[in-house]
């Protein structure tokens, strides 16, 4: 049975977190977070059996007019949702509650055997992702996952002098300006300042780790990696406007993987690749896993979403 899970009973879902295979995206207080600057209304689809929580899933309501859209993942940066169960389990979304006037989409998490869900539905519009498996030996992910030529650039960024530091986010400006300044160049919308402010200092079972890579005290390029006991995803880039190409990039991101290592994390996931759209950064994510994960893309709409919906394009379409 499927029921709806609020705030005054979250201490739940933070139970069934800490004691199963768990993601960053799926913990409350990152969800309370995006919820309270982004204002939505978060609650969570929860699967009931014998009276206890076999299975949970983060969802973020937003009104739309007279129409309901509830998102899981991909919701203002926040990358995954979808189900996290603990055990097998396959989902049919036939049997979700929606109420009228309401859509659901979910872009889930990676299809990964430890998340315990498969989703029993026909979708041709799953997306893809690159897994690094951290159980493997830091030798074997750089002979195996590392491809040549970014080991090369690894290479090239150690003898050209590249310094990793890890920012202590005592003050958050120098990574906001530089965070604002590469989203510019993409035409992307930024998250908000007090947003970070708040996330980076009230989220107990979140991390969020700001690496930059520097030369000359001078910054190149930067990362933002999320991760929780078990998972970590890459989640912000940036890199300066017009810097030459010293293999910044691929020094940040072997680090990572080494940090995400040592943390314990069984997996680094890469966030997603758009081969076609998106070629040069599928290549450059490509050179670190040859692991291509499956997403599942989850839509559900109410027979009256959908019906009221078609009204009113039929009549904005005769205006």
């Known amino acids: 049975m499927i029921k709806v899970l609020k705030e005054k009973d979250f201490s739940k879902v933070v139970s069934f977190l800490k004691n199963n295979f768990s993601s960053p995206t799926h913990w409350p207080e990152w969800n309370i977070l995006v919820s309270k600057y982004y204002h939505s209304k978060f609650y969570y689809y929860v699967e009931y059996e014998a009276g206890e929580i076999i299975g949970i899933c983060p969802v973020h309501k937003v009104e739309n007019g007279i129409f309901r859209n509830n998102f ?9 949702g979808g189900w996290i169960f603990n055990n097998k ?6 049997t979700l509650p929606l109420s009228n006037l309401n859509a659901f989409v979910s872009f ?12 029993n539905h026909k979708n041709t519009n799953n997306a893809l992702t690159l897994i690094v498996d951290l159980t493997l030996n830091l030798d074997d992910i750089w002979k195996k996952d590392i491809h040549s030529k970014r080991r090369n650039m690894i290479r090239k960024a150690e003898k050209s002098n590249i310094v990793i530091e890890v920012d202590d986010k005592t003050d958050l400006r120098t990574f906001y300006n530089n965070y604002v300044e590469a989203n510019k ?4 919308k930024s ?18 780790d700001i690496l930059w890579a ?18 970590s995803i890459y989640w912000l880039g940036f890199s300066a406007n017009n810097s030459k190409n010293l293999g910044q990039g691929d020094i940040l991101q072997w680090e990572v993987i080494k940090r995400m290592k040592e943390y314990g994390c069984k997996y680094y996931d890469l966030c997603y690749i758009e081969k076609d759209r998106l070629p040069h950064i599928y290549k450059f994510k490509k050179g670190f896993s040859s692991t291509e994960v499956p997403i ?16 009113q394009k039929i009549f904005y379409a005769k205006k």
Not at 72 to 80: E, K, V
Not at 197 to 203: I, M, R, S, V
């Open 214 to 231: 520097k030369k000359d005290n001078e910054i190149l390029s930067g990362v933002v990696v999320v991760y929780d006991k078990n998972y």
């Open 108 to 119: 889930a998490l990676p299809q990964l055997d430890e998340f315990n869900v498969n989703y």
């Open 72 to 80: 899981s993942g991909q919701f203002n940066f926040l990358p995954n």
């Open 296 to 311: 599942d893309v989850l839509i559900k709409k109410t027979f009256s979403y959908k019906f009221i919906n078609k009204l």
């Open 191 to 208: 998250l908000k300042f007090e947003f970070f402010e708040d996330l980076f200092k009230n989220t107990p079972n979140v991390n969020f």
């Open 89 to 94: 389990h396959t989902f049919n979304l036939k």
């Open 185 to 188: 160049l993409y035409d992307l």
